[in-house]
């Protein structure tokens, strides 16, 4: 099986030397997992602004989410000494040894997703875990009838990332909207329809001036739309959260699923082109640095992080478009 | 009566409990006995149900089904691609399709745990990561949520709006669930094949001894347990309106749970539908009711688990009291190498 694997790479590696010409920026971007929409949609991104500022730029999926493939295909990368390096990091800490690597052999690196990088030139964020949380709650706040009470979904109860988004939303709501008030904490339900489905249906038979449901983690709008829908409460309970917009659309456009925001992963396909072509060509990031993607950014030193709000609506307008494009 | 409760002292048992429970709710919440809440707790239920009494014929024939959950999975997909092969379709076909690819993947398992003589939680632990490791494989992790409209269309039973403007309606999932009730009743209570799954299971090499068919026992447990799943694969489509690979995944250790608390032996030649109506509802009304008193949801699995675990021993020190009454040979013994 390994043998296989890397003979199919080396393959595709003598294709792709074969094809680039000797004197133009490369860069290879290694993904956590290969085929599937989201990374699918990186990938489009990617072609087009390598193909737009002239360079050669290449999207590697391993076949499954396992950090070592990644390994592999960094040290692939390096061995053929590319410019360029993106990585977007199943396991932070199991790259470290490959990334600094890389970095001796006078590779720029650049992550996506992989906050607790050192060994990076830079590692750029769409969306912050404080600005995504809060822009829901705005969301809520906006759409909900008050006063009333509302509930909170993450994917677990230890997911960290879910229960930041959660906090932030929460501490905007208490701040801002504080006609709207808070029932039982938070539930772990949202990455099962079923489950969401279910604590919805018995939320709203305890709950009768609940007016809104923010889900965070990919099942949950789903699951509350479902129960708001059987309940027949469109309109009266508002959910809102990230969600995948081609399992989503027919809800948003039914106006059970209120919205929600995700980040682009297009974009963050074109952003690995465009950082990495800047700092071949010598530019500094630093405060107030203008990066075509991401904005006017103010870019930590200590910690390498490039974190910017470049959030995407997902409403009844915009949802066909991105169902569209697989996501 | 004394009898029928020392034979079913599990159920009886159980049947206490939930009623005290019923009760409790029913005067600590004004949200619990509504109809909108009962007719939610039937709906959401019923494919857990399915796959409940479709385990049932399986664990009292002295198997064990871990796969049954992702045969579902299974079934889902395949039948979502034979339907968009053949342009739409409709609900029998959708019963056929699906009922039919269940019972092969039971009747799989049932070949292989006959044919290698190997003991079914093995059997069923490799086809439960054969099927999921396939079904990833093939769809690469992707959902489906194009479906033909009268598979998704939701089919009411019954609807109602009260006063204060609430909805309650049954599914046709409920209809289906009551009919899956009824015929595995029927089929392990009133035929002889039903009883003799009993008499395997409770003792296969005598049974095999007094002539009873053991490979046509084994298809027909797993067969049946293969044909509720798919069945219950269906209806959560029907109820869900998607078809998601890993959606399943984790579900059969719920129902292993509740079919056990229902009574249903692990060892074999045990077990009642009622029961496993029971210990569904029990393990349903519990969640149900934390959600409804506003119980803290970091404090459910702690409640929940220990309600089973108390749901458990108290009906075993239950049997315990009942043996002194009537004291038989041979019960003790099969009471400790369950």
Redo the contacts between chains.
């Keep these: 099986m390994n043998t296989r694997k890397a003979l199919v790479s080396g393959l595709a590696l003598c294709a792709a030397l074969a094809t680039s010409a000797s004197a133009e920026t490369e860069m290879g971007i290694v993904v956590k997992i290969g085929?599937?929409?989201w990374f699918n949609a990186m990938e489009q991104g990617i072609l087009e602004r390598a193909e737009e500022l002239g360079v050669s730029a290449e999207m590697i999926g391993p076949t499954s989410a396992d950090p070592a493939l990644q390994v592999r295909a960094i040290e692939d990368l390096i061995a053929r000494g590319v410019d360029v390096i993106g990585v977007v990091p199943n396991d932070e800490a199991a790259l470290e040894p490959v990334l600094t690597k890389a970095r001796d052999a006078g590779i720029v690196v650049i992550a996506h997703e992989g906050p607790g990088l050192d060994n990076v030139d830079w590692n750029f964020e769409l969306a912050s875990a404080k600005g995504f949380g809060e822009a829901h709650a705005e969301l809520l706040c906006a759409n909900a009838e008050k006063p009333g009470s509302y509930a909170v979904y993450v994917g677990s109860?230890t997911v960290p990332l879910h229960n930041a988004w959660a906090d932030a939303g929460v501490a905007w709501m208490g701040e801002n909207c504080p006609e709207l008030t808070l029932?039982?904490?938070?539930?772990?339900v949202a990455e099962?329809?079923?489950d969401s489905?279910?604590?919805t249906?018995?939320?709203i038979?305890?709950n009768?001036d609940l007016r809104g449901i923010l889900a965070f983690g990919s099942?949950g709008p789903?699951g509350a739309g479902?129960a708001i829908d059987?309940?027949?409460l469109t309109g009266q309970v508002h959910v809102m959260g990230p969600f995948?917009p081609?399992?989503g659309?027919q809800l948003v456009q039914d106006g059970v699923i209120a919205g929600g925001y995700m980040w682009n992963p297009a974009e963050a396909g074109r952003v690995f082109v465009t950082l990495g072509n800047m700092l071949v060509e010598g530019a500094e990031v630093a405060e107030g640095t203008e990066i075509e993607g991401l904005g006017v950014v103010s870019p930590d030193a200590e910690t390498r992080n490039i974190i910017t709000d470049n959030l995407l609506e997902i409403n009844a307008d915009t949802v066909d478009g991105l169902a569209e494009q697989g996501l | 009566m004394r009898k029928l409760l020392s034979s079913h002292t599990v159920e009886a048992r159980l049947f206490a409990v939930l009623l005290l429970m019923v009760v409790g709710l029913s005067l600590a919440?004004d949200?619990f006995l509504?109809v909108?809440?009962l007719t939610?707790l039937l709906n959401?239920n019923s494919v857990n149900l399915i796959w409940a009494v479709g385990l049932l014929v399986v664990l009292v024939a002295g198997g064990i089904d871990i796969s049954f959950a992702v045969a579902a999975s299974v079934v889902q997909y395949l039948t979502a691609q034979i339907l968009g092969y053949v342009g739409g379709g409709n609900w029998v076909l959708g019963f056929l399709i699906a009922g039919s690819i269940g019972l092969g993947l039971g009747l799989i398992n049932a070949a292989l745990i006959h044919g290698f003589k190997i003991v079914s939680i093995v059997i069923t632990i490799a086809t439960f990561n054969a099927f999921f490791g396939l079904l990833m494989f093939f769809t690469?992790?992707?959902?489906i949520?194009t479906l033909p409209d009268w598979w998704v269309d939701?089919i009411f039973l019954f609807e109602y709006q009260s006063a204060?403007g609430?909805?309650s309606?049954l599914h046709l999932s409920v209809a289906v669930m009551v009919a899956c009730l009824v015929a595995t009743a029927f089929f392990i209570n009133r035929t002889t094949t039903g009883r003799q799954l009993y008499a395997f299971g409770d003792n296969p090499e005598g049974a095999r001894r007094a002539g009873i068919n053991i490979a046509l026992m084994q298809a027909i447990a797993f067969g049946w347990c293969g044909l509720m799943a798919g069945i219950g694969g269906l209806m959560?489509v029907n109820?869900?309106?998607?078809v998601?690979p890993n959606?399943l995944y984790g579900r059969e250790l719920d129902v292993l749970a509740a079919v056990v608390l229902g009574g249903a032996r692990l060892g074999g030649g045990k077990g009642t539908v009622f029961g496993c109506v029971l210990g569904v509802l029990f393990v349903a009304i519990t969640?149900?009711g934390l959600?409804?008193?506003?119980?803290?949801?970091?404090a459910f699995q702690m409640i929940i688990g220990a309600t089973i675990l108390v749901a458990i021993s108290t009906s075993n020190v239950k049997i315990d009291l009942s043996s002194w009454f009537k004291p038989k040979s041979g019960q003790q013994s099969r009471r400790v190498d369950q």
Excluded: C
């Design positions: 085929g599937i929409p109860l029932v039982g904490e938070r539930y772990g099962s329809v079923d489905r279910s604590t249906l018995d939320l038979a305890a009768e099942q789903i479902r059987e309940r027949r995948s081609g399992q659309r | 919440t949200t509504t909108a809440n939610s959401n690469k992790g992707r959902s949520y939701r204060s609430v909805w309606e959560q109820i869900a309106k998607e998601v959606a969640q149900n959600n409804l008193l506003g119980v803290s949801p970091f």
